[in-house]
């Protein structure tokens, strides 16, 4: 399979970049500076440098790929970070229709569900723009013609934990967190996994 990892530089980005490597396929890493590029060497990997959110990049990254994982996110829950979500998903739907890529999967925010109480609320009125921009996002996605996965977290950790829960439209009970690595798992066995159609999982650590 030929996978192009959006955000391949990020905690997670260069975590699903690793995977995918080690479990056989071709990646292409984006990153968005010379200086981001990837210490990893292979001779599966490509990197190529550019904006995630320029559709014309995207298109010449896209072309003869099978399947874009995007790890892209805010590094801060301000506005102008959070936008990276919808920006990148309206150029990534547009250089996927230029040039025939079908399958695309996307990291995505728990918020997005609904809160089940005072403290879920909370949590999402202290990020608002967290939550409009991965709305926005989600929404694009779901309007345009790709095959689509969102995997919807709470709390990312750096915790050394692979294994994982992910439920189809609900985070798994007691599931707020989950690992880097968890994700990244969770992200590849999609790419190896045909799937069509938009789904919705919520991804979280294994049962305690
Ligand atoms: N942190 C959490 O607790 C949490 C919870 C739920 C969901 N998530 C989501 O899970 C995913 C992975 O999170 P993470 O913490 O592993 O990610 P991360 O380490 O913060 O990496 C984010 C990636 O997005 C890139 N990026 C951000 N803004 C960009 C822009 N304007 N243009 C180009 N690239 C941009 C970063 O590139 P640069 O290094 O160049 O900035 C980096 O590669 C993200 O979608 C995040 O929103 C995180």
């Avoid at 609904?114 to 921009?133: D, T």
Wanted: aromatic content about 6%.
């Amino acid at each position: 399979m030929k996978v192009v990892v959006l955000g391949a530089n990020g905690r997670t980005g260069m975590l699903v970049v690793n995977e995918a490597l080690a479990r056989g396929e071709t990646v292409t890493a984006v990153v968005r500076s010379d200086a981001k590029r990837p210490t990893t060497r292979h001779e599966r990997l490509t990197v190529l440098v550019g904006d995630p959110c320029d559709p014309d990049f995207l298109s010449d990254a896209f072309r003869d790929q099978d399947v874009v994982i995007s790890a892209l996110g805010g590094r801060r829950p301000s506005k102008k970070a959070t936008s990276i979500y919808w920006k990148s998903a309206d150029a990534i739907t547009e250089a996927a229709a230029a040039t025939g890529l079908k399958r695309a999967i996307f990291t995505s925010t728990a918020l997005l569900f609904p809160a089940g109480n005072l403290f879920g609320r909370a949590l999402r009125a202290l990020v608002p723009n967290v939550v409009r921009s991965a709305r926005r996002m989600e929404e694009r996605l779901f309007a345009s013609d790709l095959d689509v996965i969102f995997a919807r977290c709470g709390f990312l950790s750096d915790a050394e934990e692979t294994a994982y829960r992910a439920e189809r439209g609900a985070l798994p009970a007691a599931g707020s967190s989950v690992s880097r690595p968890s994700l990244a798992q969770f992200l590849v066995d999609k790419v190896q996994s045909p799937f069509s159609g938009r789904q919705v999982y919520g991804v979280s650590r294994p049962a305690a």
